[in-house]
């Protein structure tokens, strides 16, 4: 026997009690509406004109004493559409005389009604506001009153022929009540009856089956569930049991798959000799090198703050912060540990992952090698300064015997050889200052340039990069603005040096801005940080060579060669001693923008923001 049967069998009776009950529940309600239709059609309708007659004589009212206080002829035209809505319903009570004695009393309240609109009318006529005070006290008021008076008493009326007539219907319906209280009663108690009968039979097996299903939905595919008949139920049972097979078989198959690509994964991560492992955003390491684990503790399973290295950890969050790669900006990024009490130098990458919704699945952590190189750096920054001191020294006694020749105080000179001493002497001046900007960027390197960092206010620190360039500026008829935010906030920095950064990025601007252009500065805050930027309107950067223009002796192909290359090199690198960044931004034609970022103080001077 189906479940199908079952159910049918079960709730026959209960099905006849509800179709007995609903037959003489819709005999009852049809009755009962057909008594309580009468009533609405006979007295509701009286009720409802009266009420909205009463609300429009109330708005009137309000209507005439705004005009008593003061003169709004608006309000007067605002009065002719509430006395239409009145006339209205008016007619509509006048065609709807049901009740004994509701005649008399309309005709009373037509009567009132009339009075009423004359002397509104009249009220509005009055000019003076004190005599439509009056009038409205004396006899506006007393006529609404009559009005209203005669409204009520027909509502009255109506309302106590609804009353009669709802007792009726209500003894009626009290009858009925009776009688299907009493089939309601015996329905009830054959449906406990077949409830107490049929219930165990059909849930029973419903409820095993509700416990295998959580079973499987733990994890647990081996189960098998038990089919002991072939009904609905059973066919069920049946077809659990084969999912649960073919769960079974998948999961073997995606196992082994998982397994395969995890294994090629790893194979192919401990092929790299640099320093690999893949987290998850939680910081769980899922998949770590040999060289990742030996020499930085990067181990599967671990977590990145159980790698107890504090700068990977850093870097870790930062790029699940921000959801962007981290890439590190010179050597000094390296991270120092020592295999075989050698020192190695260990240059740190970060790289998000996403999946196809673009988020967050993890982060890739890299650590590469960059000893060799870094001595290689170490090497070059030491030979460059080595050789500048060395070629400073006759180059400062090349350029005062220059000096002294063309004083001519060893003898006169012939125009000619004034011509090749002044040459020289702005190839030996020039030769001087890349000697001097070589010296600079090699004592910032290698942490000797002293860096006094003090409270510097941004407007004061502005006004004074700008003011001994002014004149060039309009030498050349440039524009030089000045835009400094209202509450930019003091900045943490060496006056002198920042001074130096101006400098450079204000004689690019100059350099390459055209007669009649303009160069803007501008300071606001960011983040904790002050951003300052010079923009110009000059000829702009080609894509491709903007990443380079902070390369020590990069010149941009097809400008004029009118510098070393040095000047931007020195501003990045007094910048990051900073603690800053600075950066480029320029499309061909559209002018370029150099900005860079400065630590901000609080206004009282106590410490970092």
């Known amino acids: 026997m189906g479940i199908r049967t079952k159910l049918v069998i079960a709730f026959a009776g209960l099905?006849?009690?509800?179709?007995?009950?609903?037959?003489?529940?819709l005999h009852t309600l049809n009755e009962s509406s057909q008594a309580i239709e009468r009533i609405l059609r006979e007295n509701y309708d009286t009720v409802a004109a009266c009420d909205r007659m009463k609300v429009a004589l109330e708005t009137l009212d309000r209507q005439a004493e705004s005009c008593s206080w003061e003169d709004r002829p608006d309000l007067c035209r605002q009065s002719e559409p509430v006395l239409?809505?009145?006339?209205?319903?008016?007619r509509f009570q006048q065609g709807n005389v049901t009740v004994p004695g509701e005649q008399e009393l309309t005709a009373r309240l037509t009567e009132s009604w009339k009075s009423y609109a004359r002397d509104l009318e009249n009220f509005y006529q009055l000019s003076d506001l004190a005599e439509r005070r009056e009038f409205y006290r004396r006899r506006l008021l007393p006529r609404s009153q009559e009005v209203r008076v005669a409204a009520q008493k027909i509502i009255e009326l109506n309302l106590n022929n609804m009353v009669a007539a709802d007792g009726q219907a209500q003894q009626r319906a009290a009858q009925t009540r009776k009688a299907l209280l009493f089939l309601l009663f015996i329905g009830i108690g054959m449906g406990v009856g077949f409830t107490l009968l049929a219930g165990p039979a059909i849930l029973r097996p419903l409820a095993n089956l509700t416990r295998s299903v959580r079973e499987i939905q733990k994890g647990n595919l081996d189960l098998v569930v038990n089919v002991r008949s072939q009904d609905e139920i059973g066919q069920l049972g049946e077809a659990i049991n084969r999912m649960a097979a073919s769960l079974r078989e998948f999961r073997r198959s995606d196992q082994a798959h998982l397994l395969r690509a995890q294994r090629s994964t790893q194979l192919a991560l401990d092929s790299?000799?640099?320093?690999?492992?893949?987290c998850n955003p939680g910081g769980m390491i899922e998949l770590a090198n040999d060289t990742a684990q030996r020499l930085f503790g990067l181990v599967p399973e671990a977590t990145v703050d159980e790698a107890g290295n504090e700068t990977i950890t850093q870097i870790f969050g930062r790029v699940c912060r921000q959801e962007r790669p981290y890439q590190p900006r010179g050597y000094d990024a390296a991270i120092q540990i020592f295999i075989r009490e050698e020192e190695h130098f260990f240059l740190p990458q970060a790289?998000?992952?996403?999946?196809?919704?673009?988020q967050l699945a993890g982060v890739t952590l890299m650590l590469t090698d960059v000893t060799r190189l870094r001595h290689l750096d170490e090497v070059k920054t030491g030979l460059i300064s080595t050789v500048s001191h060395e070629l400073k020294t006759?180059?400062?006694?090349?350029?005062?015997?220059?000096?002294?020749?063309?004083?001519?105080?060893l003898g006169p000179l012939s125009p000619q050889q004034v011509e090749l001493l002044a040459t020289a002497r702005e190839d030996s001046d020039r030769l001087y200052r890349v000697i001097e900007d070589l010296l600079d960027i090699s004592r910032i390197e290698s942490g000797q340039a002293e860096i006094k960092l003090q409270p510097v206010n941004v407007e004061e620190l502005v006004l004074q990069a700008t003011e001994k360039m002014r004149p060039a500026f309009l030498d050349h008829k440039i524009t030089?603005?000045?835009?400094?935010?209202p509450d930019v906030p003091r900045v943490l920095a060496d006056p002198a040096r920042l001074q130096l950064v101006f400098d450079n990025l204000l004689s690019n601007a100059l350099k390459y801005t055209p007669r009649g252009g303009a160069v803007t500065i501008t300071a606001q805050p960011e983040d904790g940080m002050v951003r300052f930027a010079v923009a110009d309107t000059g000829s702009g950067i080609a894509p491709e060579f903007l990443p380079r223009i902070f390369e020590k002796f990069f010149r941009v192909p097809g400008q004029e060669q009118i510098s070393s290359g040095l000047g931007l090199t020195i501003a990045k690198e007094i910048v990051e001693a900073h603690g800053g960044a600075i950066e480029a931004a320029s499309q061909p034609g559209q002018g370029t923008k150099l900005s860079f970022t400065v630590k901000a103080v609080?206004?009282?001077?106590?410490g970092l923001i």
Not at 84 to 89: M, Y
Not at 351 to 358: K, L
Not at 401 to 409: D, Q
């Open 602 to 606: 609080k206004d009282q001077g106590a």
């Open 84 to 90: 239409g809505e009145f006339h209205k319903n008016l």
């Open 15 to 25: 099905l006849l009690i509800v179709g007995v009950v609903g037959v003489m529940s």
């Open 480 to 485: 030089l603005n000045i835009k400094v935010a």
């Open 394 to 409: 006759p180059l400062t006694s090349i350029r005062l015997a220059i000096h002294v020749l063309l004083n001519e105080k």
């Open 351 to 358: 790289i998000p992952i996403f999946d196809q919704e673009r």
């Open 272 to 278: 790299l000799s640099d320093a690999v492992a893949i």
